[in-house]
């Protein structure tokens, strides 16, 4: 196992790809907080670690509370004796994004304490303890809309845009104590939340995975997978990268998609647009 003994955080870690990535962490060895707004569904996915024979515990923390930020650092290093692995995966903003215009004020600044600051607090308060445990790892989960625009995300990509660049000045900051930082971009991956909404349209999915060059949308397991492989030994020479885990979505010339997708709709006639 190649994360015996080291002790993570796992914030947004009782569903979807946070809940992935909490289970792959203790499935390779590591102690895990699984952090989560909802005390039952991560208390879940704690009993389901456990079943498998690993170490976790639930820890209630709404990351847009800044104030909740330190005691959730601190919760880690009472139970275990120290830390070395933060990952920062919850998306905590509540309120529709928008435009400049329709989005509101108060969406705005909640959108940047449930994302900026919320990294900004879980370095500041968990490098320290990461340094005095020998040094680690923190991963960041962006999104490939912090790459990519899509219309009236103004809230959701300029938070997902700042978290590439706060992974760089960190990695450049905290590389010579011995603390790693990268960032994870996911394209469209099929958590719990999202396999609901798919049953209602498994047209519309089979035609989102028509996007993709592998032909495929992704799996929270392809996100854990690469969170694990970043915060182990076998990444010990990356640090500052965007590692984008999208099926190739993003590298696609935007002209041959759009007539491709122009062909899948005219031969896919059964395809209902408008129930998401
Ligand atoms: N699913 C995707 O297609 C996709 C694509 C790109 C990026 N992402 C990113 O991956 C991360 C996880 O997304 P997901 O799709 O698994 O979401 P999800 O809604 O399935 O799960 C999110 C988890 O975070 C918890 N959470 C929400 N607000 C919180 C808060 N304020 N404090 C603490 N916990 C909170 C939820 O209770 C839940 O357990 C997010 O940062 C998201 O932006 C997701």
């Given at each position: 196992m190649t994360l015996t003994d080291k002790i993570a955080i796992v914030t947004g870690g009782a569903v979807g790809i946070g809940g992935a990535i909490a289970r792959r962490l203790a499935a390779d060895g590591a102690k895990v907080l699984v952090t989560d707004i909802m005390?039952?569904?991560?208390?879940?996915?704690?009993?389901?670690?456990?079943e498998s024979g690993g170490t976790a515990s639930a820890y209630e923390v709404d990351i847009s509370q800044p104030e909740q930020m330190r005691p959730m650092i601190e919760r880690a290093v009472e139970l275990w004796g120290g830390l070395h692995i933060v990952v920062n995966n919850a998306w905590g903003a509540l309120e529709p994004d928008g435009t400049a215009i329709t989005l509101t004020e108060t969406a705005f600044d909640r959108a940047l304490d449930a994302s900026q600051k919320a990294v900004f607090l879980s370095a500041k308060y968990g490098v320290p303890h990461i340094q005095a445990s020998g040094g680690g790892s923190i991963v960041n989960?962006?999104?490939?809309?912090?790459?990519?625009?899509?219309?009236?995300?103004?809230?959701?990509?300029?938070?997902k845009a700042?978290?590439?660049?706060?992974?760089?000045?960190?990695?450049?900051?905290?590389?010579?104590?011995?603390?790693?930082?990268?960032?994870?971009?996911?394209?469209?991956i099929v958590t719990e939340r999202q396999a609901e909404r798919w049953e209602r349209n498994p047209s519309m999915l089979r035609f989102f995975d028509q996007h993709y060059p592998v032909r495929h949308t992704g799996m929270p397991d392809d996100i854990a997978n690469g969170v694990r492989f970043l915060c182990s030994d076998e990444a010990k020479f990356i640090t500052g990268h965007t590692l984008v885990i999208d099926g190739g979505m993003t590298i696609q010339l935007q002209e041959n998609l759009v007539i491709d997708t122009a062909r899948y709709f005219r031969d896919h006639p059964e395809i209902d647009l408008d129930t998401q």
């Open positions: 005390p039952e569904a991560a208390a879940e996915n704690v009993a389901r670690i456990e989960i962006s999104s490939v809309h912090g790459q990519m625009v899509a219309p009236s995300c103004l809230a959701y990509e300029m938070t700042a978290i590439i660049a706060m992974s760089r000045q960190m990695a450049l900051d905290f590389g010579p104590i011995g603390v790693r930082v990268n960032c994870i971009c996911p394209g469209h």
